[in-house]
C-alpha cells in the first residue's frame, strides 16, 4: 500500500510537469523572472547556514553550509558529513561581482549580444503552487526546456528571501537525475570567521576567478573555441587546469557544462560516455592541425549535447572541417 501511494504520488507530479496549463499553474512572467533575480541575489548577499541532501546516481549526501558575507566579499563553507571527510572552501568573491550566469539570471542580457535572447526563449517556466521545505513556505517555479539540448528542473524559492530551498533536475523521461533540498536553515545567525574556514585537511579552495565579473560586452575564447553551442548557452570564462589542461566554461544562466583539451597520443581511441546522475562526462578524440587531443565535456547536460559540442570544438582560426578520427558523431542513447 506504501509503495503504491509513493507511485501515484509521482505520477501526479509528473502528470504536472508535463501538463502545466491545468489546476492552479500559472504563466506570470514578470512575478517568474522577479523570483529568479532575486534567487540570483539571495544566495551571494545573505548570511545562513544549514543542513541539505544532495541525492545523485543512487547515492545521498549530507551537507553543512555556511555563507557569510564580510565588507562586501563572500565567504562560504560546504562540508560533507556522510561519506569520506571533504570540504569546499569558496572565498574571496566580491557581492556585486556577477559571473555571466548571475548576469543571465537577472535579465542583463547586453552584455552577451545576439548570443541570448532570454530565459524564456530556451525554457517555458511557470509557476505550480506553493508548500513547505525545511519548515519554511516556499513557491515552487516548474522549468520546462524547449529543445533537447538542456534538462529542466523544479525549483522552490523561499518566499521571504528568494533562496531556492528545493531542486529538482528532471530528464526527457521526466525522471529526476538530481535533488538538492534542505531540511535546516537558520537566516542572519551569528557567524565567527572560523565557521567558514576548513577543519580538515581533506579541503578544496574554488578558484573565483574562473569567470568575469560584470562583463559588458560578450567574451571570447583564448586557444580553442566551440563552433556549436545549444541555443542561449555563452562562454562564461576560461583557465589552465593543474594538469596542464585548457578548460572552456559554458552557462546558459540555469545549467553549466565545461570543456577540457588536451594532448593525446592515441588519437583512435573511441569515444568514452560516463554519467552519474545529471553529470555527463564525453570524451572524444580527434586531430587538428596535425596534431591529436582529447576533448572531454563534463556538466549537467544531456549526453547528446556533450556529444555535439565535443564534436565541434576547434581552435581558434583553424578550419572547421579539419581531420578527425571521426567525422560525424553517432547518436548517443539517453539512458
Known amino acids: 500500500m506504501m509503495l503504491s501511494s509513493r507511485a501515484s504520488c509521482a505520477a501526479l507530479a509528473l502528470f504536472a510537469f508535463i501538463l502545466p496549463g491545468l489546476s492552479s499553474a500559472t504563466e506570470n512572467q514578470d512575478h517568474i523572472k522577479q523570483l529568479l533575480s532575486q534567487m540570483s541575489e539571495s544566495v551571494r548577499t545573505l548570511d545562513y ?44 568573491r566580491p557581492v556585486e561581482c556577477l559571473n555571466p550566469g548571475d548576469q543571465l539570471l537577472q535579465g542583463r542580457f547586453d552584455a552577451f549580444g545576439d548570443q541570448f535572447e532570454g530565459l524564456e526563449t530556451y525554457y517555458h517556466f511557470y509557476i505550480r503552487g506553493e508548500e513547505r521545505v525545511a519548515g519554511r513556505d516556499v513557491i515552487n517555479i516548474q522549468v520546462k526546456p524547449r529543445d533537447p539540448f538542456r534538462y529542466g528542473f523544479s525549483l522552490a524559492i523561499d518566499k521571504e528571501t528568494g533562496l531556492p530551498l528545493k531542486s529538482l533536475l528532471i530528464d526527457a523521461k ?20 572560523s565557521d567558514y574556514q576548513a577543519v580538515t585537511a581533506k579541503h578544496r579552495v574554488v578558484d573565483h576567478e574562473l569567470s568575469p565579473c560584470n562583463q559588458l560586452a560578450p ?38 557544462f565545461s570543456v577540457f583539451v588536451d594532448s593525446n597520443d592515441n588519437p583512435r581511441q573511441p569515444d568514452v560516455k560516463a554519467q552519474r546522475g545529471a553529470t555527463v562526462a564525453y570524451m572524444h578524440n580527434l586531430i587538428r592541425n596535425r596534431r591529436a587531443y582529447q576533448i572531454t565535456v563534463v556538466g549537467e547536460i544531456p549526453p547528446g549535447t556533450a556529444q555535439r559540442v565535443a564534436y565541434q570544438m576547434n581552435p581558434v582560426g583553424a578550419s572547421p572541417d579539419a581531420t578527425s578520427p571521426s567525422a560525424r558523431p553517432a547518436a548517443v542513447p539517453e539512458e
Not at 525522471?175 to 545567525?189: A, S
Open 49 to 92: 547556514r544549514g543542513l541539505f541532501t544532495y541525492e545523485h546516481g543512487g547515492t545521498l549526501s549530507t551537507l553543512r553550509v555556511v555563507h557569510a558575507v564580510r565588507d562586501g566579499v563572500q565567504y562560504e563553507r560546504l562540508q560533507h558529513l556522510s561519506g569520506p571527510e571533504r570540504e569546499v572552501l569558496r572565498q574571496g
Open 174 to 193: 521526466m525522471r529526476v537525475l538530481e535533488r538538492f533540498q534542505f531540511i535546516e536553515l537558520e537566516l542572519g545567525p551569528s557567524i565567527m570567521e
Open 219 to 256: 567574451a571570447q575564447p583564448t586557444g580553442w573555441q566551440a563552433k556549436w553551442l545549444p541555443g542561449g548557452f555563452v562562454f562564461s570564462g576560461q583557465q589552465k587546469t593543474s594538469q596542464g589542461q585548457d578548460m572552456y566554461m559554458f552557462t546558459d544562466g540555469l545549467t553549466a
